[in-house]
């Protein structure tokens, strides 16, 4: 399994695995030693079973043939807590030579000759300086001659525990408990991955459903894990606070843009006094453009300010009405401007009065840019698209993406405009769900389509 950088899962489960080791050494160990210290015999058997193994397993031949015991590694170990206890003894013999270390008690020697071969494990216990001891006395299988016996054993509570662990290794309880442990924590990997994942997904669900607007959504955390609601209170607590900045900013535009609206009318109308008509003309296209201005911020401000309201409206109508409101312009310019639609309506999810806004930039843009003679062609399509044809001085491909931005005019643009046109059809589209394309007309200038998302 492949983890991510930075992962939260893969900390968490090696903690995990790490823990899970710990509790079961700790349980196993903390079991022997109360099993030990409870009964003693149980202690002295275990031990006398350990040490007659390992002697067993230890026995081999110098270089000149001679028995001896040669323990290795923690054998060795474990061998020299045995010989440091003074009544420990023991005797090894191969069928042809013994070797023994220690005092053994005359009667115990007694015993272990005169036990069958046909016994390979025999028990025994035995009195030596008023102490009771276990005695043990093995007989390989394959070699009945050869023979191990071990007694004296006075080992402590931890040597019992040591030698008890290290002697159940070879029954492969390690390897199992290994395969147990390993399963485990693979198993737990994974839930603890999608344990995490689950809730941190939740909340990145809910955070790509925020549209942006003032007092729009916020990240739910009435189900949020205890973990996570301290970031999802900073996410939401940040939120507000862009909201409230937000909503200042957008209060200053409307109110400028409003208040500069009656002062702008006056001046107009106190323009015609002057008598100078290339100077007042110039002031009249000076005033014009400000108004045109202020009427863009006017509209931009209103629409970045509220959660648009969708119903089911029919493209066509709302496009004919649009062209109606804006054809004394264009037949006092010399133009005209087309309308096709198909005869069914064209249903499409959304605002009708932001719709209205943004088709009526886009046809005040191609009338203005348009030249004499021209004619401004309007197509709903039954695809969802709404298309706007002129044939003006069109937008350079490497500046389409930039004049749907505010304030942004193309360099072929002769005229004065604001520059926000554009940006306030994107900004009405993409709350729809849709987009905007801007591409070159056959024969030059700008067609514009307005996508709509299927509702």
């Not at 994974?190 to 790509?208: F, G, L, M, N, Q």
Request: proline share 5%.
């Amino acid at each position: 399994m492949k983890w991510p950088s930075r992962s939260i899962a893969f900390p968490v489960a090696s903690l995990l695995v790490v823990g899970m080791f710990v509790v079961m050494v700790l349980s196993t160990v903390l079991t022997l030693g109360v099993f030990l210290s409870t009964n003693t015999q149980s202690g002295q058997r275990v031990s006398a079973d350990a040490f007659s193994k390992l002697i067993r397993s230890s026995m081999d031949h110098d270089s000149n043939g001679r028995l001896r015991l040669a323990p290795k590694g923690i054998s060795a170990t474990i061998m020299g807590f045995a010989e440091a206890e003074p009544s420990f003894w023991y005797l090894m013999s191969d069928g042809q030579e013994t070797v023994s270390h220690g005092a053994i008690p005359v009667s115990v020697d007694a015993i272990i000759n005169a036990a069958p071969s046909e016994i390979f494990a025999s028990e025994f216990y035995y009195t030596s300086g008023g102490e009771r001891y276990l005695g043990l006395r093995l007989v390989d299988d394959r070699n009945p001659k050869a023979v191990v016996a071990v007694g004296g054993l006075s080992l402590s509570y931890a040597q019992t525990i040591f030698v008890a662990l290290w002697s159940v290794w070879p029954q492969g309880l390690y390897h199992l408990l290994g395969l147990v442990l390993i399963t485990t924590a693979t198993i737990a990997a994974v839930i603890v991955k999608r344990t995490i994942a689950a809730p941190v997904r939740k909340v990145v669900d809910s955070a790509e459903r925020i549209d942006g607007l003032p007092n729009g959504r916020r990240i739910p955390d009435g189900d949020t894990p205890a973990e996570l609601r301290p970031m999802v209170a900073a996410f939401n607590t940040a939120l507000m606070r862009i909201d409230n900045a937000f909503e200042a900013q957008r209060n200053f535009l409307a109110s400028a843009s409003h208040e500069l609206r009656t002062p702008l009318t006056k001046l107009r109308i106190k323009l015609d006094l002057v008598k100078d008509a290339e100077v007042r003309e110039m002031l009249i296209r000076d005033v014009t453009r400000l108004a045109s201005i202020v009427t863009t911020s006017l509209q931009l401000a209103r629409l970045s300010g509220q959660s648009l309201a969708f119903t089911s409206v029919d493209l066509t109508t709302i496009v004919r009405s649009a062209i109606a409101d804006h054809v004394p312009r264009a037949i006092k310019q010399g133009l005209e401007i087309e309308l096709r639609a198909p005869e069914a309506e064209v249903i499409v999810s959304g605002s009708e009065a932001a719709i209205r806004v943004a088709l009526d930039n886009l046809i005040s843009n191609a009338v203005h840019h348009a030249q004499r003679a021209d004619t401004i062609i309007v197509e709903v399509l039954d695809t969802l698209m709404l298309k706007v044809i002129d044939h003006g001085p069109g937008v350079p491909a490497a500046e389409r993406d930039a004049v749907l931005r505010p304030f942004t005019r193309g360099i072929n643009t002769m005229s004065d405009g604001t520059g926000m046109g554009l940006a306030i059809v994107a900004q009405v589209i993409h709350a729809h769900g849709g987009s905007v394309l801007l591409e070159e007309t056959p024969g030059g200038g700008l067609t514009v389509c307005l996508v709509f998302s299927p509702h």
